[in-house]
Antibody
């Protein structure tokens, strides 16, 4: 059974880089059956897609965040990571990693989410 | 701003049928998915590829799509269906994912 777990600092200072890791269990991150992504949700607000990647290596980012976002993969650890640079208070949110195996952009498995606060 | 538009709030009487809609030009070309989110919880996929239910989702949830509008229908709404519902799909480029603004469903 596929499971995802986010990890990383819960507090980041303004202008610094937010770094989170998603650990995948129950499936290989290199599998062609899955599409992986990061989604966030500021407190009391709506879901926002951050970016996604395919097993083939293709990576796509939200155009509004593209200049600050990098998603990387560590196949040896079965993990993928999110780096978001130059953060501000507007980046305070619950960050989710998720996977899609049923249809493109249909995220059927989600991590529990991790709250990240940007504050000095 | 989101490229997928949803009504902010909808209400339904217990046991009745409710339709939640999602509008966007990209829906003419790409599938819609629907998610249920309760406070403090991660979203749950309830419909994918316009009208398919993942395993474990009750059959009172159904989906459809026509033109630029996708719909989620709950037939015989239950108290536990009270939640926020989000649609998502691809944007017009096809490479990016977009979410709707969400609809808060109240079961009366």
């Amino acid at each position: 059974q596929l499971q995802l777990q986010e990890s990383g600092p819960g507090l980041v200072k303004p202008s610094e880089t937010l770094s989170l890791t998603c650990t995948v269990s129950g499936a290989s991150i290199s599998s062609s059956n899955y599409y992986w992504g990061w989604i966030r949700q500021p407190p009391g607000k709506v879901l926002e897609w951050i970016g996604s990647f395919y097993y083939s290596g293709s990576t796509y980012y939200n155009p509004s965040l593209k200049s600050r976002v990098t998603i990387s993969v560590d196949t040896s650890k079965n993990q993928f990571s999110l780096n978001l640079s130059s953060v501000t208070a507007a980046d305070t949110a619950v960050y989710y990693c998720a996977s899609s195996s049923l249809a493109p952009s249909a995220f059927d498995i989600w991590g529990q989410g991790t709250m990240v606060t940007v504050s000095s | 701003s989101s490229e997928l538009t949803q009504d902010p709030a909808v209400s339904v009487a217990l046991g009745q049928t409710v339709r939640i809609t999602c509008q966007g030009d990209s829906l003419r070309n790409y599938y819609a998915s629907w998610y249920q989110q309760k406070p403090g919880q991660a979203p749950i996929l309830v419909i994918y590829a316009n009208n398919n239910r993942p395993s474990g989702i009750p059959d009172r949830f159904s989906g459809s799509s026509s033109g630029n509008t996708a719909s989620l229908t709950i037939t015989g709404a239950q108290a536990e269906d009270e939640a926020d519902y989000y649609c998502n799909s691809r944007d017009s480029s096809g490479n990016h994912v977009v979410f709707g603004g969400g609809t808060k469903l109240t079961v009366l």
